[in-house]
C-alpha cells in the first residue's frame, strides 16, 4: 500500500504511536469524513457572503488547529505527508467547490488535523503504544465533537 511508511513515521513523529496497515485505512475515513465537515462548513459561510467558491476564510480553523498546522509544517515527515495527503485527498462533494488558494490550504489542514488526532491518542490513554479500534473510535468521538 503506498503511503505505508510515511504514515506510520508521520505518526511516529507526531504523537509517539506506532500504526499498522488498518490504522492507515482508519486515518484515510477520517481525513475523508473531516473533508466533508470542512467542506459543508466553508460551503455555507461562503454562501452567507454570497460567493459560490469556499476562500480560506471561510474554514473553520480554530486557533488550535491553526497551531497544530505550523508545526505539521516543522515535521522531518511533513513533505512526505504533503505528497500522501494530495493523492488520496478525496473530492468534496458535488456542491462544493473550493478555490485555489483553499486548495492550497487544505494539506496544511489535515496535516494539522493528523497531528491533533496523533496527540489524542496518548490524550484517551497516556499508556498507549500503539491505538486499537477503542483509541481510534474515542479520538474520532473527540474530533466529532469539535469539527
Known amino acids: 500500500m503506498a503511503g505505508v511508511p510515511e504514515v506510520k513515521r508521520f505518526f511516529r513523529?507526531?504523537?509517539?504511536?506506532d500504526v499498522d496497515k488498518s490504522d492507515i485505512d482508519r486515518f484515510r475515513a477520517f481525513?475523508?469524513?473531516?473533508?466533508?465537515?470542512?467542506?459543508?462548513?466553508?460551503?455555507?459561510?461562503?454562501?452567507?457572503?454570497?460567493?459560490?467558491?469556499?476562500?480560506?476564510?471561510?474554514?473553520?480553523i480554530t486557533k488550535g488547529l491553526q497551531e497544530r498546522m505550523r508545526e505539521f509544517g516543522k515535521l522531518e515527515s511533513a513533505g512526505d505527508m504533503r505528497d500522501w495527503i494530495g493523492q488520496t485527498l478525496r473530492r468534496p462533494p458535488d456542491d462544493v467547490t473550493f478555490g485555489e488558494e483553499t486548495e492550497d490550504v487544505l494539506t496544511e489542514v489535515f496535516g494539522g488535523l493528523g497531528i491533533g488526532l496523533a496527540r489524542s491518542f496518548r490524550i484517551v490513554d497516556p499508556e498507549v503504544g500503539s491505538p486499537n479500534t477503542g483509541h481510534w473510535e474515542r479520538s474520532f468521538a473527540l474530533f466529532r465533537l469539535l469539527i
Open 31 to 60: 481525513v475523508d469524513e473531516k473533508i466533508d465537515d470542512l467542506a459543508t462548513a466553508g460551503r455555507d459561510s461562503a454562501r452567507w457572503n454570497d460567493r459560490d467558491v469556499i476562500a480560506p476564510q471561510d474554514l473553520p
Open 13 to 17: 513523529e507526531a504523537g509517539d504511536v
